[in-house]
């Protein structure tokens, strides 16, 4: 008996001790509790750029209508928005404009110092497309854009961009992994303009302008940056 | 795609006071092309104006005044669409060209036909190069009238009339429309909007490159 109680409170003491080493040597990889936290857009603006005027022997600023389009309240405006008038004498000039629009989406990041994951969540909420002469509009809406990229400065008319990536095109509701672009901002390795969301046509080639009279727009709402975050790494975050 | 309204009285006055301005007048129509191109280059929109005749000058103020009164109407219908429907996200506007610009595209002319035409007028059939920022270089053939008037050859231009009811018409229709709850949200409207706005300009998919 005394020797299996020695065995028994020799196995014990093993366990114990073996115990405590564990116990000592994962405190520092403890999984930490992480926090998800959804931020509302700190600035939204849509940018038209593009051409609009005359060409040729032209002394007006043309007579292309305006475009009827603009973004709702919330909303980002995406695609383009064409028209083609040929001059023909005595008004041998042709009246042009190739709109495109880019919507640009800022968010504040400043309360974070690091993040585990990011992601962009939005709706496409309305589409219209144009063509043969005639302006419909789709249900469920159709996602237009094509790519996301992120602001080279402020928010402007032209939204220059850099980063891109391409945009899935099935929604209405979207959801892309944006984290190495939120990391960047939060690091400084890029400074932080916001998400430029723009396609499906590039800018405008001045020297070649598109001459029909179609277009595409997608309008988005509803848009969210979803973060994933350590608290203990994120002091001025919410704990 | 707004015209600023100061920028474009701006434009109307200076238009006006270049009709003043006169310029030796162009003893041939080929004295004239010339003329006009040189001055097109140099950004000297005075003389340019000044080779055109008064009509055309008329013109020129009238296209102003049009697109200043057109976007005044859109200007009015996109504030209905922010009372009825909710304050709309800022767009950045496209920023509108003025006339220098435009004249600066034209980078040189060559007479490649001419025959008489009405009253003592000249049918000219000329191959012109138009410049693109990028600087790229295209070429097209215009018809050009040019005629005598003030003892030289000046050239006739203007723009086309608008269909009616034209753009701003269509635009004042519409606000009332929105003011008055005919749409279920903004984007029909605009939509409805579009559909009446392309009626102005007739059949617009008969392009011709």
Known sequence: MNRLFSWKRCVACVLA?????????????????????DLSPSGMATGTSGIKGSIGWCLSPGNPPPTPFSPGAGQIMVGFDDFFRAGAPPFPCSDIRDAIFRGGVSFDLSQFSSIVSADLLYDAQNSISRSNGETTGQSPPQSFATTLGVGTQAFSFAMPDDNEASLPTSGPSFDVGVSSQVRDWISGAHPNFGFVIWGPRPPVDPGNPPEDNDAQITWYGNFKLRIVYNPAQNPNAPQ | MHLPRCSTTVLVLWVASAIAHA??????????????????????????????????????TDSFARQASVQQA???????????????????????????????????????????????SMLLRVKTSIKGPSGTITTREDSLIVRQEGGGWKLVLGSP????????????????????????????????????????????KEVSK
């Open chain 2, 74 to 120: 859109q200007q009015a219908f996109e504030q209905a669409l922010d009372a009825r429907f909710g304050k709309a996200a800022p767009i950045l506007p496209l920023p509108t060209e003025d006339l220098k610009v435009t004249l600066s595209r034209l980078a040189g002319a060559e007479i490649l036909q001419s025959k008489p035409g009405p009253a003592g």
């Open chain 2, 161 to 204: 009339a608008e269909k009616q009811p034209g753009a701003k018409s269509i635009l004042e229709t519409f606000t009332k429309k929105v003011q008055n709850g005919e749409f279920k949200d903004r984007v029909s409207a605009m939509v409805a909007l579009d559909s009446a706005l392309l009626g102005t300009v007739g059949k617009k």
């Open chain 2, 23 to 60: 310029t030796a007048p162009a003893k041939t129509p080929a004295d004239l092309i010339r003329s006009l191109i040189a001055a097109a280059q140099q950004g000297d929109t005075d003389t340019f104006l000044s080779g055109l005749t008064a009509s055309s000058r008329k013109a020129v």
């Open chain 1, 17 to 37: 001790l073996l115990s405590m080493l564990v116990w000592q040597g994962c405190q520092g990889c403890n999984p930490p509790v992480l926090k998800t936290l």
